[in-house]
């Protein structure tokens, strides 16, 4: 590991980490340490403050990283589970076995394990480092991902899933992404598209297919599609019209549940008109050393329609 300032290594990284350029401001200053996992984040660079890692886990907001609140099961009820991202992660496991006998994954975003993404973590071959911007039992330290705080060419694949919308800059974070990615390294991505907001001051971002393809203009694409189709995007409408007209987020999950059988109806969408309208999109690609021109994004949105 590096420190995200200036990148230099860091000493005594499981008690208390420090940068060893002494010009650097975190030589001195060193990192917080938050349920004895180091929290590697350039604060001044950074929406989070090095004072909110004093509290229990440095989260900003609530969290249910178990899924066991009632709000998390109304949700998963009514919006489902993600069978797309569940067979995207076997080929993703696949090809990363094909590539490493014991490949080394970075999960940006892994306090929670993501919906589908079970096949990734339960692989005894290959070596998951859980990141966050708060910690958890799936967390081996806390990271800010505009400045990951690894060296170059040091993973195998990267999986971030629904994270790009949370950050400031998602062209700097699909940078760092290449930057610690092995030459060919494998990147999986899931960013909503159509979806209201739901990080609250932490929301910044949405994405179509051609945009999402833009921003990992860097890597060769495997495979990319939508994740839901206007099925799930018409559940998520439901339930922030209701909150506009006063329902609070409990009450909101109520007024959506009898409409759950929407998102039934993605399964027979078409390729271009389901990504069009899509709750969702993911890309899988490898690092490439060449960038796709921008003169290529008209005729990728042209394909789709004979996908």
């Known amino acids: 590991m590096r420190c995200p300032r200036c990148g230099s290594p860091i000493s005594d990284i499981h008690a208390k980490p420090s940068c060893v350029n002494y010009s650097c401001d975190y030589s001195t200053a060193g990192f917080p340490m938050v349920d004895g996992q180091p929290v590697l984040i350039?604060?001044?660079?950074?929406?989070?403050?090095?004072?909110?890692?004093?509290?229990?886990?440095?989260?900003?907001?609530?969290?249910?990283?178990?899924?066991?609140?009632?709000?998390?099961?109304?949700?998963r009820f009514t919006f489902g589970g993600n069978p797309v991202a569940a067979s995207n992660c076997e080929k993703f496991v696949a090809l990363l076995k094909k590539d490493s006998a014991r490949p080394v994954v970075l999960v940006v975003g892994g306090a929670t394990v993501g919906s589908g993404a079970d096949s990734l973590y339960n692989d005894p071959d290959i070596e998951v480092v859980g990141s966050d911007v708060f910690s958890s039992e799936n967390t081996a330290l806390v990271a800010d991902a505009h400045r990951l705080p690894f060296h170059d060419a040091t993973f195998d694949g990267v999986w971030i899933q629904a994270v790009l919308e949370h950050v400031l800059e998602p062209a700097t974070v699909a940078a760092e992404i290449h930057r610690v990615l092995k030459p060919k390294g494998l990147v999986y991505a899931e960013t909503p598209f159509m979806q209201q907001v739901h990080e609250r001051a932490y929301d910044f971002s949405r994405f179509t297919r051609s945009g999402h393809r833009w921003l990992f203009r860097h890597f060769a694409e495997v495979e990319a599609g939508a994740v839901t189709g206007a099925g799930v995007a018409l559940l998520w409408s439901i339930r922030y019209f209701s909150r506009t007209l006063g329902a609070g987020d409990k009450m909101s999950r109520i007024?959506?549940?009898?409409?759950?059988?929407?998102?039934?109806?993605?399964?027979?969408?078409?390729?271009?008109?389901?990504?069009?309208?899509?709750?969702?999109?993911?890309?899988?690609?490898?690092?490439?050393?060449?960038?796709?021109?921008?003169?290529?994004?008209?005729?990728?949105?042209?394909?789709?329609?004979?996908?």
């Open 255 to 307: 007024v959506t549940l009898p409409f759950f059988w929407l998102r039934f109806l993605d399964r027979f969408g078409k390729s271009r008109a389901r990504a069009d309208a899509a709750g969702g999109v993911y890309f899988m690609g490898r690092r490439a050393e060449q960038a796709i021109l921008p003169s290529e994004m008209p005729l990728y949105y042209d394909v789709q329609a004979r996908a």
């Open 42 to 75: 350039d604060f001044e660079a950074s929406v989070f403050a090095r004072e909110s890692y004093r509290e229990a886990h440095g989260s900003v907001m609530t969290r249910d990283v178990a899924g066991r609140s009632l709000g998390s099961r109304l949700h």
